[in-house]
């Protein structure tokens, strides 16, 4: 983290002052700190909303310190790629577990599938743009999480389905707006959140009714 968010009680005397109003840069900084944090298992899910509900609200630079403070150096956004290119022809590929996600990616397909897996994805800007090229037997799967909008309008189709599934999570703070651009002439589309394991569905399963 730079040194405009340093704690205020810095002995160096370099920090900024507490009491210096904070600008939209400064929050944004410290909500992707937060968002990077959570991500390598530092911050609980509810700790990540709350930590994210005061950064946004915070007016001086010393209440973004205190959001960060316990946070190590290490904690600091890793800069995402400006644009990521797949280009693929046969065979599948994928992006799962925790990858950084970048600001653009340019997708060619054709008969294979891409798997785009955000459930544990690094986000740590508000926009993907996605500019997609599906050809004959070419899909694309975005798996995505509460907080995810998947846009589709503007994206030309002359074959092929698209399938969006409705955010799951009601109310969550929107965390990434994936905007797909391009044409699909033979693809699918399929935008879903992440199949239950078959342990999550038999605890969701009703008792059954002992017979009398």
Not at 52 to 74: H, K, Q, Y
Not at 92 to 108: A, K, Q
């Amino acid at each position: 983290m730079t040194g405009e968010l340093q704690s205020a009680d810095d002995s160096s005397g370099h920090g900024t002052r507490p009491e210096l109003r904070a600008s939209d840069r400064d929050r944004d900084q410290v909500v992707e700190i937060l968002q990077v944090a959570a991500g390598d298992g530092r911050l609980t899910a509810d700790e990540l909303d709350e930590r994210l509900d005061a950064a946004l609200s915070a007016r001086t630079m010393g209440e973004l310190a205190g959001l960060t403070a316990d946070l190590p150096p290490e904690g600091m956004p890793p800069q995402a790629k400006e644009v990521v290119r797949i280009d693929q022809r046969f065979g599948d590929v994928s992006r799962t577990g925790r990858w950084l996600v970048p600001r653009r990616m340019e997708i060619r397909l054709m008969f294979c599938d891409a798997k785009l897996d955000f459930t544990d994805a690094v986000i740590t800007h508000s926009t993907l743009h996605i500019d997609v090229d599906l050809r004959v037997g070419g899909n694309l799967i975005l798996v995505t999480r509460p907080g995810i909008v998947v846009d589709t309008d503007g994206l030309v189709r002359s074959s092929g389905e698209i399938k969006i599934s409705p955010d799951s999570g009601q109310g969550a703070r929107r965390s990434l707006h994936v905007q797909l651009t391009g044409q699909s002439r033979g693809g699918d589309i399929i935008a879903r959140p992440p199949r239950r394991r078959f342990s999550e569905l038999i605890r969701r399963r009703p008792p059954k009714a002992e017979g009398r």
